[in-house]
């Protein structure tokens, strides 16, 4: 069984209105909104501080040494970006 904690939460009245507004017609309650809510934000936080750590552990120098070494063969036509997106 999964352990939870209670948190009392003070929303203002338009904030709470409106997440009851979603809740209802998603039909959850507001406490799924809310825990998904914070879910998603701390997974969004967690990533950015995923990649920022790679940022700093980064070799540049070495990655563009790769990016513009000889060799390899030329793009497939059907690998090419559209005219309309290019």
């Given at each position: 069984m999964k352990?939870?904690?209670?948190?009392?939460?003070?929303?203002?009245?338009?904030?709470?209105?409106v997440v009851a507004e979603i809740s209802r017609e998603e039909g959850t309650s507001i406490n799924q909104f809310v825990a998904m809510a914070v879910a998603e934000k701390v997974s969004a936080m967690k990533t950015?501080?995923?990649?920022?750590?790679?940022?700093?552990?980064?070799?540049?120098?070495?990655?563009?040494?790769?990016?513009?070494?000889?060799?390899?063969?030329?793009?497939?036509?059907?690998?090419a970006v559209p005219e309309e997106l290019g």
């Open positions: 352990q939870t904690s209670t948190y009392p939460l003070r929303l203002p009245a338009s904030l709470k209105a950015a501080e995923f990649f920022a750590l790679r940022r700093d552990e980064a070799d540049v120098e070495a990655a563009l040494r790769i990016l513009r070494r000889a060799g390899g063969a030329p793009a497939d036509p059907d690998d």
